[in-house]
């Protein structure tokens, strides 16, 4: 199953090159991974998702820790939090079609970013299940060129662990084993 | 310059470099100087450092890998950049797969050439990334102290490991304010202390209590962890069997009544036995490498696991456990041993005592003479006649390693140091300069083959130009032994490119000023071990061993690790392989 991790990590030179690294060496499989600036200018903040069952859940988790860099691993797979997705898409649109994929956008709430003689370009942001159906409905006008970020994650609410405290953080558990780092 | 410290002084980065490993406690440094680390070595002639020049940057490594098992303190190596960094390659991964703090140093191309393949430019920090615990790429002058002190940090705490820092040329002559207290490590992400959740004592203890067949698997964190006595004092009060790991070996007394020897690929048949048959397998700082577990599809398939070790990410990597106590091994068994009470197993230890059955009877050393030299007779002797003396023997990898650790018998913890993850073959001569450096007053005693020993052999010069007492053993059966004997069993006996043409390693000795004996009889081993050790230079011995003896038992690759091929017994069956 897909298993989508925040990772907090020192805004440091060469630390996406040892997470991406990592990820090769141990032979798991990234689906998508995203990273940027956090509201603490010390803090960068991964977004990674990738297939695994649980077991490789934890390890995944245990081996990102081994990575000096490494602030803090969120694992938020199932904890209903709030996962996000740009994508800029062209679609073949002359005339005759226009006023269709114009409906859609609306319909999925993409913005309009240009609109040439024979092409739409469109963006939107949602869940990753909304922006897949939205391009399925597009694909019969011609699905011209495409990008996708890849997910961003937050956890809802207040539930977002914090920098602040340097305690412990428990790892996933499951019935069998647990265990803290 | 102030010895307190406290004040700040003003120095170039490479004076910073020799001050902060000064600092830290570092003593000595194997290395080789090349244009990139040229300030460095400049700076030297100020520093109380001992510099040891090797003759090639591998030798470096493994020697401050030597030094770093045989005292637990870290090793440090420094080289140039380009072709002396990667040169370091084989040494660091040595290092990273045996948990051996090591920090490298090597130099680079000025920061202004970054990036534009300079003359000998190498991307040192992203080669070895995936063989470091961590690593850094230094560019100013400034940063050289905060570096330094972290990489020792890291090198030394938690799972141990290589530190490499690339210092550029332009960081190393630059000049900076000098204040070690400041440069204390602030890491926020690092956590090398970790330890197991109560609730986890109270089910590994259940398990403990439960258990009729346990057995303890004791590793190579013992000794990391400084775990010796709390292991044997565990073992002791619940009366729970040892098998050790290659790297465990000597952390408990070879003598000590619940140390069975060996377990894995070439550990004793009725210890792999023992293990198939357990209910509960403890495993003390060891990570279930596929050598020691074999088959994991059918891997003590009765039997309950306990997994204490300090890394999480070893936890059912390969193995899945039932409980898993991550933190330090010492501290928690001296939790554990306050809280069990004494156990005793009478029934399965002396279960354990009827699966030796024939192993005396197959065991060469109570084969008749026949007139040949036996590698494992060499070194039954060589233990015998080194056994009452503070003796570090240092292994290559091979069928002579097999052979050490089924036939020398260590008692004390960093008496073996050897290359278990890696296999790294050419180790052994230099960790064991390494060994030599870091342990003056030990008896140090490199067991070599003569395919390992002619990848590093050049480091004769380092033992003479140092005037070290090394003795060098070559287990010398013209052979790339292990190699070999996996063409005997699976490759048809087809021995492509396994047969060696060796040059008279005696000669190659007095070459060098260092007195050399060659050994054709086992009647002239000990003599000669014990002329070896009465010389008072370094020593090379030539034994010139069966060609094609076969390390028994043996766990093929894939196999289940009862699924043993044994040495003939004499008493029944015919060696028609002879």
New interface residues.
Partial sequence: MMHTFVVYVENKPGVLSRVVSLFRRRTFNIDSLTVGRTENPEVSRMTIVTDADTDQARRIVANIYKLVNVLLVDDVTGQGALLRDLTLVKVGAGQETRGQVLQLAEVFRAHVLDIAADSITLEMTGEETKVDRFLELLAPYGLMEMVRTGVVAMRRGAKSPTLATKTMHTVTEDESVSHSV | MTMGGKEKTTMTGAMALWKSLEREGVRTVFGYPGGAILPAYDALKHSSIRHILVRHEQGATHMADGYARATGQVGVAVATSGPGATNMVTGIATAMMDSSPIVCITGQVGSKLLGSDAFQETDI??VT??IT??NY?VTHASEIAPAVREAMY?AKSGRPGPVLIDITKDAQQGSCEFDFEAAAPK?????PD????P??YDRALALIRAAKRPVILAGHGISVSGAEKEVQTFAEKTCIPVAMTLLGLGHLPASHVLNMGMMGMHGEAWVNNTIQEADLLLAFGMRFDDRVTGNLKNYAPHAKKVHIDI???E???NV???????GDLRKILLEMNARIEPLTHPEWIEHIGQLKGDTAVRDIQNLPDNGHLYAAHVINDLWHQTRDRDSIVVTDVGQHQMWEAQYYKHERPRSLITSGGLGTMGFALPAGIGAKVARPDADVWVVVGDGGFQMTMAELATIVQENLKVNIAIINNGYLGMVRQWQEFFYDRNYEATPLLNPEFSKLAEAYGIRSFVVNRRAEVIPTVQAAEAHEGPVLIDFKVDQEDTVYPMVAAGSALHDMIRRPNPLVETAEDE
């Fill in positions: 920090t992203g990334l995936p615990k961590h790429l890291v890491m926020r992400g690092y956590r970790l330890s197991p959740a609730s986890e890394d999480p990410a936890i059912n990597k899945k456990v039932d409980v898993a106590l991550v």
